[in-house]
């Protein structure tokens, strides 16, 4: 009897944690940054250089990403999320996250778009460097 209370208020306490958890606002917006269209969600400031790395993971990004994520990683309203954002720092979103949800699809957790399909046809060796792209981004813009 003891564990059937035990197991209800557990599962109380993580329906009221999931009711009541924030949903991120997006970055504040500074007059130094750039965004691609109305639907941008945050303004980026794009680094002077990308390593060569980086540069690959751009343009994979902008074949496979922006569509949803917009260009420079800014998300779209509506649509998906901004990836320059500190819900999406290292230490919170390793690289191994980025790897899962390309490949294997996330549900939504941080944000209220709906869940992210699986990319298709993208190999891992094109998410480390769409990874390079995201995170030199985020540096940009003070997110380490």
């Known amino acids: 009897m003891k564990l059937l209370y035990f197991v209800g208020a557990t599962l109380a306490v993580a329906a009221l944690s999931y009711a009541f958890w924030p949903i991120p606002e997006p970055l504040e917006q500074n007059a130094a940054t750039v965004s691609e269209s109305d639907t941008a969600l945050v303004d980026v400031l794009l680094p002077d250089t990308l390593s060569a790395n980086a540069q690959i993971g751009k343009s994979m990004f902008e074949a496979k990403c922006a569509a949803c994520h ?5 998300g779209q309203d509506g649509i998906a999320p901004p ?4 819900i999406y720092e290292p230490n919170h979103h390793g690289d191994e996250s980025f790897q899962r949800a390309a490949t294997l699809g996330v549900q939504a957790h941080h944000w209220r778009f709906g869940d ?12 480390t460097m ?5 995170r030199e981004l985020q540096r940009a813009n003070g997110i380490n």
């Open 70 to 74: 917009g260009l420079n990683a800014v």
């Open 83 to 86: 990836l320059v954002h500190v």
């Open 116 to 127: 992210m399909p699986p990319v298709e046809g993208i190999t891992r060796g094109e998410v």
């Open 130 to 134: 769409i990874i390079a792209y995201i």
